[in-house]
């Protein structure tokens, strides 16, 4: 089992900026890649970006490309999600999730075997 839990969420103005954490126990956490996911109001859950196990690749929805960097730090088991030029559009709730698929991050969410609780972004005008 790995456990998954979330911060770094909150309510944040047009064009600022939020760093999401995810910290990780249970399993050794290099050996999984590590996924960025959200779900707005009434939308399905979306693919935001992914890692490698490694941290040497990753991948972004369109969406969020250019804006949204994801790193990780495997000594302090934690994946972030550093998310700039926010939109009202990017307004969620954020997911982390785990997949044993490690060198390749995955975009479908059911390639991910564990899932945190989730934070809430809120972006205003």
């Known amino acids: 089992q790995v456990q998954l839990v979330e911060s770094g969420g909150g309510l944040v103005q047009a064009g600022g900026s939020l760093r999401l954490s995810c910290a990780a126990s249970g399993r050794t956490f290099s050996n999984y890649a590590m996924g960025w996911f959200r779900q707005g109001p009434g939308k399905e859950r979306d693919f935001v970006g992914t890692i490698t196990s490694s941290g040497g690749s990753t991948s972004y929805a369109d969406s969020v490309k250019g804006r949204f960097t994801i790193s990780r730090d495997n000594a302090k088991n934690t994946v972030y999600l550093q998310m700039n030029s926010l939109k009202i559009e990017d307004t969620a709730v954020y997911y982390c999730?785990?997949?044993?698929?490690?060198?390749?991050?995955?975009?479908?969410?059911?390639?991910?075997?564990?899932w945190g609780q989730g934070t809430q972004v809120t972006v205003s005008s």
């Open positions: 999730a785990a997949s044993t698929i490690r060198y390749y991050g995955p975009i479908s969410p059911t390639s991910y075997d564990y």
